[in-house]
């Protein structure tokens, strides 16, 4: 078992920055890729970020460029800055970690993210 603790979230202006972190306990040895999705109300979950064990990284469209995922395999931790924040950001964010050998998922319990115009 993993266990996933987020913190960062908050309220912020447009054009405001945050930065969401995801701390994984348990069965480290077990994780591969994390990542951070995000839901907004009457909305679909949806992938933000990814970055994968040898630290490569992906991006939706929508923040590539003004958000930057990273983690610190020393301390099992999953980062996710958010820059240049806009109000379509608003949402709940979810830390995602999967187990490497048969991919199953892992959620943290969601930090909400709100971004004023």
């Known amino acids: 078992q993993v266990q996933l603790v987020e913190s960062g979230g908050g309220s912020v202006q447009a054009g405001g920055s945050l930065r969401l972190s995801c701390a994984a306990s348990?069965?480290?040895?077990?994780?591969?890729?994390m990542g951070w999705y995000r839901q907004a109300p009457g909305k679909q979950r949806e992938v933000v970020a990814g970055i994968s064990r040898s630290g490569s990284t992906n991006y939706a469209d929508s923040v590539k460029g003004r958000f930057a995922i990273s983690r610190d395999y020393a301390k099992t931790t999953v980062y996710l800055q958010m820059n240049s924040l806009k109000p379509e950001d608003t949402a709940v964010y979810y830390c995602n970690v999967r187990r490497f050998y048969d991919k199953y998922d892992y959620w943290g319990q969601g930090t909400q993210v709100t971004v004023s115009s």
């Open positions: 348990g069965s480290i040895a077990s994780i591969g890729d």
